[in-house]
């Protein structure tokens, strides 16, 4: 079992940068592929990051490549988004996940989440 502490959201103005944090109990987490999910008002929630166990390999969404980088740390047991150049559209409430796995239609599938943190950028 593991659960996830999501902390770090808040408001910035466009351009600027937050990092979110999320904290992980259990024995187990550093053998999960880790990652972050986003949910805007209005629409599904949707993949932004994942990391490896290792964090040698990490994944992104197209619409915050260049701009968002995932990260962990196995020995505080806690991941990170590091997001800079912030954009309005990037407003969601930001959800911690752990145990991302692809099924076989190649679809994300998560094993945990975190309560989710509110991140909103204003123009």
């Known amino acids: 079992q593991v659960q996830l502490v999501e902390s770090g959201g808040g408001l910035v103005q466009a351009g600027g940068s937050l990092r979110l944090s999320c904290a992980a109990s259990?024995?187990?987490?550093?053998?999960?592929?880790m990652g972050w999910f986003r949910q805007a008002p209005g629409k599904e929630r949707e993949f932004a990051a994942s990391i490896s166990w290792t964090g040698s390999s990490t994944r992104y969404a197209d619409s915050v490549k260049g701009r968002f980088t995932v990260s962990r740390d196995n020995f505080k047991n806690t991941v990170y988004l590091q997001m800079n150049s912030l954009k309005p559209d990037d407003t969601a409430v930001y959800y911690c996940?752990?145990?991302?796995?692809?099924?076989?239609?190649?679809?994300?599938?998560?094993?945990?989440w975190g309560q989710g943190t509110q991140v909103t950028v204003s123009a």
């Open positions: 996940a752990a145990d991302i796995r692809l099924d076989q239609r190649g679809s994300r599938t998560v094993g945990y």
């Open positions: 259990g024995r187990t987490f550093n053998t999960y592929v």
